[in-house]
């Protein structure tokens, strides 16, 4: 099928075979797999995927590409034509646990993640492409300026690590940024205790929101100010001058549960 690739939906295709073989290994698939693939495109990883898995469900977008999938005979593919961060993923992927693989377009990274997010129960490993800058933030430890709002919800319920780096020669055509891909892997306990899950995101977000100031400041700024806020902080062990992103995961899990002592 000849396809001219569009820009608006992101479209750099995979083309160097060593990559794609390196994000199945990192998929470490079994043929029991139940697998979903987000933006299969013109079927670098899906024709690898297919023979080794017991069913496979994909999303795209473009629908030239996804009419060429839904031509195809095989048992274990369903193809669903469509917007990943519109469609309802609780509607059809009603088995899991799933891997979710996927060399995603750029431009909606963030809001895919977030999407991952709350759909986390539905998966056991998710093997994503990234830009590398977007990589670096959601492997990065506390201390340093890659740290923020995605490291810090990625990390709770997720093993995150680099698997691959990837220039822009494996693409065609090549963006014009680097990438990587990385893995996630569910844990079985999240590595902090989160009573409200929304709650706990709003405490994050307010945390990073002016990331350059104090937490004390940051957190006023995004509405959690209350009177003794300062000595309560200091209580829970967490110096109200610091900056978010010297947190670790433990320090936001002891900030949430603070404040919302007062916000209930
Ligand atoms: N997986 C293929 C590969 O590795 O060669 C294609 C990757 S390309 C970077 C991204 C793919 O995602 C394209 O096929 C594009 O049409 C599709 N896409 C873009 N936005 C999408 C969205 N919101 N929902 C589903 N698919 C999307």
Redesign the pocket.
Known sequence: MKHRP?KR??????QDRHVVEGILTAADLDSRDRVLE?????G??TERLLPQVSQLHV????RD?AAGLQARTDQNLVVHPG???ALDWNHFLTEPPYKLIA???YN?SSQIVFKILDHRHLFSRLVLMFQKEVGERLCASPGGRDYGILSVLCQVWFDVRRVLRVPPGAFYPPPKVHSAVLCFDALEHPRIDVADEAFFRRVVKAAFAQRRKTLRNSLIGSGFGFEGLEESMLAAGIDPRRRAETLDLEEFGRLALLLSRHCS
């Open positions: 569009k939906f992101g479209q750099n295709f995979l987000i933006g299969p495109g013109l670098a990883l999303i795209e977008i473009d590409l917007d990943a961060l060399n995603l377009p909606i």
